[in-house]
């Protein structure tokens, strides 16, 4: 199939959102801020049906990544994660990408509140590919 990103053949990831007809590659699909969840169904959305977090965290003056100590979004989008146990934590996708992949699931929690379950299942949610070692 024809991706609907750089429309060149040969796309196989279909987005799961409800009668939602976008074929894309998994790099183009990264790019354009569509979301691969890496458990369960290995579902995969379009950058109109990603999940988002429902998290209520308000910030105070300018927040930093925990992780690189830039700054990040004033909300929670697909590029500024928040840790949904302590709405404190704000984190880069890349930045808590980057975490996960170094950690594993055994030692990966928020750095912040050092929550585990709940924590682990929001980033799941939200795409962040965790290995098991």
């Not at 976008?22 to 890496?38: I, M």
């Not at 709405?87 to 030692?107: D, E, K, M, P, T």
């Amino acid at each position: 199939q024809r991706c609907c990103i750089c429309r060149l053949w040969g796309a196989s990831v279909t987005c799961r959102g409800r009668r939602c007809p976008r074929v894309f590659h998994f790099p183009c699909g990264s790019e354009r801020g569509c979301v691969s969840q890496f458990f369960g169904e290995f579902k995969s959305f379009c950058w109109k049906h990603r999940p988002v977090q429902c998290v209520r965290a308000v910030q105070r003056d300018q927040t930093l990544c925990l992780i690189c100590q830039e700054a990040v979004a004033g909300r929670p989008c697909y590029d500024t994660l928040v840790c949904p146990a302590c709405a404190s934590a704000w984190f880069h996708r890349r930045c808590i990408q980057g975490q996960a992949l170094r950690s594993a699931r055994h030692r990966f929690r928020c750095p912040l509140c050092q929550d585990v379950a709940a924590f682990q299942e929001e980033m799941f949610r939200l795409g962040i590919k965790i290995p098991d070692r």
